[in-house]
C-alpha cells in the first residue's frame, strides 16, 4: 500500500469550531504566546496557564471531527495514512484516523513539572494547582511551548522521508522545527497543501489546493484515487 503522510495545524480543526492562532480573530490576537504557552509563562503564572488550556480542553470536548478529519480517517481504507499533526485536539482520533503522531503535546494528557517522562491521560478533567505526579511535583499539560524541544520530531522525520504522497493542511508554517519537516519529503515524492490562505514563499513542487480543509480534502483524495 503506498503511503500518504498528512501533516497538519490548527487550520485542519478550524471547521470543528476551534480557533487558530494566526488568523485574524486567532487565539494569539487575545491571548500573549509567551504568558500563556511558554516555559517562561509557566514559571512566572501557573494558574492562567492551566485556565487556558483548562478552556481548551473543555472547549475540544464540545467540538466534533469534521468532514476533513473523516475523510482522512476514511482513506486509511486504501492507503497507509500517517497523520503528524501540531494539533493538541484528539479530533483526528476521534474521526478514526489510527496513526497519529502529536508534536506539540496532547490536551487529553497531563505531565509532571520535573519528571517530564511521568505522563497521564486525564481526558476531559481540569489541571488545577496541587494536584501532582507520582513524585509529589505539579502537574502540568503536555503541551509543548516556546522555549522546549520537540521530542516528536525524532519520529516525524523518519515518517515524513518515508511517504509517497505528502498533504501539509492548515497551518502556516511559521513554528520550527514544524515547518522544517516539508523539506524532508524525498525527491518525487508529490507535495499537496490545502489551505483557503496558503504561506507564501512554498517550494515550487507544491500542488496548492487553495481551499477549507473539509472541500480540500476531498478535492486531494479524488486526485489520489485517480491516481491510483
Ligand atoms: P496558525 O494559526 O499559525 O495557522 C493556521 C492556518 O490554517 C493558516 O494558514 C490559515 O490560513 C489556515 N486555515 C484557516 N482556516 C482553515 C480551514 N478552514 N481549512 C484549512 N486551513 C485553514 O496555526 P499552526 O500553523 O497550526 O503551538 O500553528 C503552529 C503552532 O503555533 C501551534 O501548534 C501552536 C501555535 O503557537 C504551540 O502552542 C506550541
Not at 487556558?52 to 476514511?74: I, V
Not at 501539509?168 to 489551505?195: E, K, M, Q, W
Request: with cysteine; proline share 6%.
Amino acid at each position: 500500500m503506498s503511503k500518504i503522510v498528512v501533516l497538519t495545524g490548527a487550520g485542519m480543526s478550524a471547521e470543528s469550531g476551534i480557533r487558530t492562532f494566526r488568523d485574524s480573530n486567532g487565539l494569539w490576537e487575545e491571548y500573549d504566546v509567551m504568558e500563556v504557552a511558554s516555559i517562561d509563562g509557566w514559571h512566572k503564572n501557573p494558574e492562567l496557564i492551566l485556565r487556558f488550556y483548562n478552556e481548551r480542553r473543555k472547549q475540544m470536548f464540545d467540538c466534533q471531527p469534521n468532514k476533513g478529519h473523516l475523510l482522512l480517517a476514511g482513506l486509511e481504507k486504501s492507503f497507509d495514512v500517517q497523520i503528524v499533526t501540531q494539533n493538541v485536539d484528539n479530533l483526528h482520533e476521534r474521526a478514526g484516523s489510527t496513526h497519529v503522531l502529536h508534536l506539540h503535546g496532547e490536551l487529553t494528557k497531563a505531565r509532571s513539572s520535573m519528571y517530564p517522562s511521568l505522563v497521564y491521560n486525564i481526558g476531559d478533567k481540569e489541571i488545577k494547582i496541587g494536584d501532582k505526579c507520582e513524585k509529589g511535583s505539579q502537574l502540568r499539560p503536555y503541551i509543548v511551548w516556546f522555549g522546549e524541544e520537540v521530542p516528536a520530531m525524532e519520529q516525524a522525520v523518519p515518517i515524513v522521508e518515508s511517504a509517497d504522497i505528502l498533504c501539509v493542511i492548515g497551518t502556516s508554517l511559521n513554528v520550527y522545527p514544524a515547518a522544517g519537516l516539508l523539506h524532508y519529503a524525498r525527491p518525487g515524492c508529490p507535495v499537496f497543501l490545502i489551505d483557503p490562505n496558503p504561506p507564501h514563499d512554498l517550494p515550487r513542487r507544491v500542488h496548492v489546493i487553495a481551499k477549507g480543509a473539509g472541500e480540500g480534502v476531498e478535492e486531494f483524495i479524488i486526485k489520489v484515487m485517480s491516481e491510483k
